[in-house]
């Protein structure tokens, strides 16, 4: 394994807004398996606090560890038509600290819902109202769209190349906004830079319209790529947008311990660092293996605090939610996920 040197960053306490946690099976032996793959992870990487989208696992995750998981509630469909309010109050009162990644990447337009939906008016206004933010991932990196430019690894993935029968990124977009302008109050974190790293006078006129919009830095690797390429426009947006801007590593079930821990290490020596540098090998296959370099910030330490700390703690609170377990448990009980609830109850008689 790769040993990377974390002890060349400074000493700061780093939150982690975007972490995957999921099973292929329903089972207790994988549950173990992956879930102390991700605690030597985290150990190595040095995260302190993360916000995990783990749906109904989440509960399991904050009864293991109350005072470092931050977790987010899987959302149903909406084509079922929820009790919204109700779901999330639901959710809430349990525990959750939000709704995990949701949102808009693209798909056939036949079977997604948009956004701006009437089926999903009921969460933004439920999120509003409570206080409970999102992580929101809307659309894909341009490149998804073109044949000649969608890269191997999102082919496989079946994450382009998008045509005529799904919806453009300007229409993602515009489905976005018409939810931000219907509801200003509503905490919304979008993913990956909103994708919007290939445009910087874009991001720029995006934030001053929305200042209820975080944007988080998860890898899309493009997005380094692309502000390596205009780095110095790029490092004095960084740091005036200090307070909107989010650290997040889209760390995955599927990655070994070696390849979460390259996602931080990449993302710091490019917030810290003035260097060029390269994916190294230990990077898993999503991260591009580009030809020109990635050319680092180096961000003043107020700016690295903001993005590492603050912001997060704004949008998801000082301290994790407090677990409540009777409610908890009737969360579970009327989703009907009665292998969470048995972790649950497990996770629980191990801190007694």
């Avoid at 600290?97 to 808009?104: A, F, K, T, Y």
């Avoid at 070696?258 to 540098?277: C, G, K, N, S, Y």
């Avoid at 370099?293 to 949008?315: C, H, M, Q, S, V």
Wanted: proline residues 6%; glycine residues 6%; aromatic residues 14%.
């Amino acid at each position: 394994m790769t040993v990377f040197d974390f002890t060349r960053f400074r000493p700061m306490e780093v939150y982690d807004c975007h972490v995957h946690f999921r099973l292929r099976e329903k089972d207790s032996g994988e549950l173990e398996s992956l879930t102390s793959k991700y605690t030597e992870a985290f150990e190595k990487a040095r995260l302190s606090r993360i916000y995990m989208s783990a749906g109904n696992l989440g509960l399991y995750l904050k009864a293991l560890d109350p005072s470092r998981y931050y977790i987010g509630v899987e959302i149903p469909s909406p084509k079922a038509k929820p009790d919204w309010y109700r779901f999330i109050e639901s959710a809430l009162e349990s525990g959750f600290d939000g709704v995990g990644e949701m949102g808009s990447k693209p798909a056939p337009r036949a079977v997604r819902v948009p956004l701006d939906s009437p089926l999903f008016e009921g969460l933004w206004s439920s999120c509003e109202e409570l206080g409970f933010p999102i992580l929101c991932h809307v659309a894909d990196p341009e490149e998804f769209w073109s044949e000649d430019t969608c890269p191997d690894w999102a082919k496989k993935r079946g994450w382009g190349p998008y045509g005529a029968d799904y919806p453009t990124k300007e229409e993602l977009y515009e489905e976005m906004e018409n939810v931000l302008d219907t509801h200003p109050r509503v905490k919304v974190v979008l993913a990956h830079m909103y994708f919007m790293t290939a445009d910087l006078e874009r991001a720029v006129e995006f934030l001053r319209s929305y200042d209820n919009v975080y944007l988080d830095l998860a890898l899309g690797i493009e997005l380094m790529y692309n502000i390596s390429r205009r780095r110095d426009d790029w490092r004095d947006f960084f740091i005036k947008h200090r307070d909107r801007i989010v650290f997040g590593t889209d760390i995955m079930p599927w990655q070994s311990v070696e390849e979460a821990v390259t996602r931080v290490w990449m993302l710091r020596m490019f917030l810290e660092t003035d260097e060029e540098f390269y994916t190294p090998p230990s990077a898993d296959e999503l991260l591009t293996r580009y030809e020109e370099p990635f050319i680092g910030l180096d961000l003043p330490e107020e700016a690295l605090d903001k993005i590492y700390r603050e912001n997060f703690t704004r949008i998801f609170g000082r301290e994790p939610k407090s677990l409540d377990v009777s409610k908890a448990r009737r969360f579970l009980e009327e989703q009907g996920d009665d292998f969470a609830l048995k972790v649950f109850e497990k996770a629980l008689k191990s801190r007694r």
